[in-house]
């Protein structure tokens, strides 16, 4: 109860059922393969999605500032983990372009945050949890920083998918299966979130020392 990351890790949960839970309800209705996670927000339990990604955003916020208080994360890396939490609020509360009408100012903003979210986890994960760091060698922070590289690998591997389809004159959500690829990169993004409140929820239970002293830790 006194131990602030484990109610965030219990809002990451509950948020990743919500969510994974509305795409098994609209199986038949909606194909994952093509559809992003956010077309939920354009339904009739558009509530619902909000309610999901506002428990993960809350819930990532928590174990961001868990981590600080007990020295584990400096400056720059609390920054772009609470960047990744704003970026989830903003896409959250704003709907996507619903393409049966248009493009929106709305689903202008859902993009910039989503795309603002899934920056700047990797950049928090790879900051926080590197591996030579003084003191860091506990295994979920190792698998932080695991899952943080894979981030950033799948993020370029899109990048790079999304130029050779525009050289052959490909629009990007022509070039690959979109839902599928897009919860791929959430699934990973949020195992990132997970393994770090592990980290700092393991280090306090463990009684162990802080990695690196707080007015040193700068990152």
């Known amino acids: 109860m006194r131990r602030p990351e484990r109610w965030g890790l219990g809002a990451v949960g509950a948020g990743v ?5 509305l795409d098994l309800a609209a199986l038949g209705e909606m194909d994952p393969l093509r559809r992003t996670i ?11 999605f909000g309610l999901g990604v506002v428990l993960l955003a809350v819930g990532s916020a928590v174990i961001g500032l868990s981590l600080a208080r007990a020295r584990l994360a400096g400056a720059v890396g609390t920054l772009a983990l609470l960047a990744w939490s704003a970026g989830l609020l903003v896409a959250a509360s704003f709907p996507k372009h619903d393409w049966s009408v248009g493009p929106s100012l709305s689903g202008s903003i859902h993009r910039a945050g989503s795309l603002v979210a899934f920056l700047s986890l990797p950049l928090a994960a790879l900051i926080i949890a590197r591996p030579w760091r003084r003191g860091v060698r506990h295994p ?16 370029v591997g899109m990048g790079v ?13 022509q070039v690959m299966p979109l839902g599928l690829v897009e919860r791929g ?35």
Do not use: D, I, M
């Open 185 to 219: 990169l959430a699934a990973v993004e949020v195992a990132t979130v997970a393994a770090l409140g592990f980290w700092a929820a393991g280090r306090k239970l463990a009684g162990t020392p802080p990695a690196e002293g707080g007015a040193k830790n700068l990152a």
């Open 140 to 155: 979920a922070s190792l698998a932080a920083f695991g899952l943080g590289v894979c981030s950033v690998l799948y993020v």
């Open 38 to 48: 956010s077309e939920h927000g354009l339904t009739e339990l558009g509530w619902v």
């Open 161 to 173: 998918l999304v130029l050779v389809g525009a050289q052959e004159g490909l629009r990007w959500w």
């Open 17 to 21: 059922v919500v969510v994974v839970g």
